[in-house]
């Protein structure tokens, strides 16, 4: 871990799985790591998430449920206690438009109401209070 005067602690685990592309967020005192692909392959996009607690001296990575679509190059943000994944590049179309959300009382769970207007990828997701801002990326509508 990398605190911010630039200090590592090696006592952590190791990544569950390397994955290139993949996203992580913080939600309360758990890192989630999700997505990404194997090896630089389109073909080996991953759903899968993993979880970590922070804080934990016996803290080790736990596989949690899969994302409804596989995704790299995807936001993913934390907002009060659910996780969002937005757009993305994946192996179907609607993983480039659908938003979906994470809590531990549902599961991954699509968000039909809140799918982004055009397909979206490489770009940035944060929280603005309770609000889920989308910002740049790769719009590739066109």
């Known amino acids: 871990m990398i605190t911010p005067n630039l200090v590592c602690s090696p006592n952590n685990p190791d990544l569950p799985v390397g994955r290139e592309l993949a996203s992580a967020a913080l939600l309360g005192s758990t890192i989630f790591y999700c997505g990404g692909l194997h090896k630089g392959s389109t073909a080996n996009i991953h759903g899968t998430c993993h979880s970590y607690l922070l ?5 080790r990575w736990e596989e949690e449920a899969s994302m409804n679509y596989a995704r790299s190059f995807f936001g993913l ?17 609607s993983s ?26 490489y770009h940035c997701s944060v929280a603005l209070g309770t609000r889920l801002v989308v910002v740049g990326g790769f719009d590739d509508s066109h």
């Open 77 to 93: 943000t934390a907002i009060e206690d659910r996780l969002y994944a937005t757009g993305g590049a994946g192996l179907s179309t």
């Open 55 to 59: 804080g934990k001296e016996s803290a």
């Open 96 to 121: 480039k438009t659908s938003v979906e959300s994470f809590s531990h009382e549902t599961g991954w769970v699509i968000e039909d109401a809140m799918e982004l207007p055009s397909p979206r990828s």
